[in-house]
């Protein structure tokens, strides 16, 4: 059973910073590409940002110079550090591998960015 466990969302104001993580078990994080992903209300979930195992990230437009993602594979852990919030990336992150696969699907960790 893969599980992936996101943390580290919440609260914050406009032009602030949080950092998510995203723990893997099982043998996946090993052999896949990782990525995070978004969904806010109303709207299609959608690639944040992934990463391969040593190079560096690809984003989508709407984080570019202001999301870095990264990982640690001795702990089978992706991050996502996020810089200069705006109330548009209120959301619902979730990690998956990249491309996704349906069933790891997780909980997500929520991000709301507002005054």
């Known amino acids: 059973q893969v599980q992936l466990v996101e943390s580290g969302g919440g609260l914050v104001q406009p032009g602030g910073s949080l950092r998510l993580s995203c723990a893997a078990s099982?043998?996946?994080?090993?052999?896949?590409?990782m990525g995070w992903y978004r969904q806010a209300p109303g709207k299609q979930r959608e690639m944040v940002a992934t990463?391969?195992?040593?190079?560096?990230?690809i984003y989508a437009d709407s984080v570019k110079g202001r999301f870095t993602i990264s990982r640690d594979n001795a702990k089978n852990t992706v991050y996502l550090q996020m810089n200069s919030l705006k109330p548009e990336d209120t959301a619902v992150y979730y990690c998956?591998?990249?491309?996704?696969?349906?069933?790891?699907w997780g909980q997500g960790t929520q991000v709301t960015v507002s005054s």
């Open positions: 998956n591998t990249y491309p996704p696969i349906d069933k790891n």
């Open positions: 990463i391969r195992f040593i190079d560096s990230g």
């Open positions: 099982g043998s996946i994080f090993s052999r896949y590409s």
